[in-house]
T-cell receptor
């Protein structure tokens, strides 16, 4: 089975930096994804990690430590439009679907 | 990235009726499609995995006779909610992946909001 944990809610200030953590326990691992989801919309892909280390993509970075079962999503220079839910998802072994965490609702305040 | 569409985007139906939701990959061939359900303020829960030309694989607790999935072509999968009840009201999202690489990205459709009265 797979278990994925994320904080339920976070609040941050416009222009600041926020880190959203995700821990996972899986029977197999073939990669970890981060998605952004605005209310009432489908998730949009942000990042993918399969090897340990940091992947940077503009204002967004994602880190993975496979030995610790840990990842984080780092958002820099926060903007109001970054207010959304951020979903951590793990892909298990074989051609399997993603297992999603419960999501972290981020609220960016002025 | 690749585009996945869903139709309809929103549907309201009476209890006891059946509703069909279509998921199409517009510019790639989707060997596998996934159907998720999302209740308010909750995360996506996988319902079933659909491979073209074969029967869908349902997750534990999902009634295969109630949620009929057909993946007749490499660009189309349908989910039919049979005899819908108010508790089936939810946001249904499909995703599609193509190719044969194990780590192919999934592309999500825009979702279908189902309301059963």
């Amino acid at each position: 089975g797979q278990n994925i944990d994320q904080p339920t809610e976070m609040t941050a200030t416009e222009g600041a930096i926020v880190q959203i953590n995700c821990t996972y326990q899986t029977s197999g691992f073939n990669g970890l994804f981060w998605y952004q989801q605005h209310a009432g919309e489908a998730p949009t892909f942000l990042s993918y990690n399969v090897l340990d280390g940091l992947e940077e993509k503009g204002r967004f970075s994602s880190f993975l430590s496979r030995s610790k079962g840990y990842s984080y999503l780092l958002l820099k220079e926060l903007q109001m439009k970054d207010s959304a839910s951020y979903l951590c998802a793990v892909q298990g072994t074989g051609r399997r679907a993603l297992t999603f965490g419960s999501g972290t609702r981020l609220q960016v305040q002025p | 990235g690749a585009v996945v569409s869903q139709h309809p985007s929103r549907v309201i139906c009476k209890s006891g009726t059946s509703v069909k939701i279509e998921c199409r990959s517009l510019d790639f061939q989707a060997t596998t499609m996934f159907w998720y359900r999302q209740f308010p303020k909750q995360s996506l829960m996988l319902m079933a995995t659909s491979n073209e030309g074969s029967k869908a694989t349902y997750e534990q607790g999902v009634e295969k006779d109630k949620f009929l999935i057909n993946h007749a072509s490499l660009t189309l999968s349908t989910l039919t909610v049979t005899s819908a009840h108010p508790e089936d009201s939810s946001f249904y999202i499909c995703s599609a992946r193509g190719g044969t690489r194990l780590l192919d990205e999934q592309f999500f459709g825009p979702g279908t909001r189902l309301t059963v009265l």
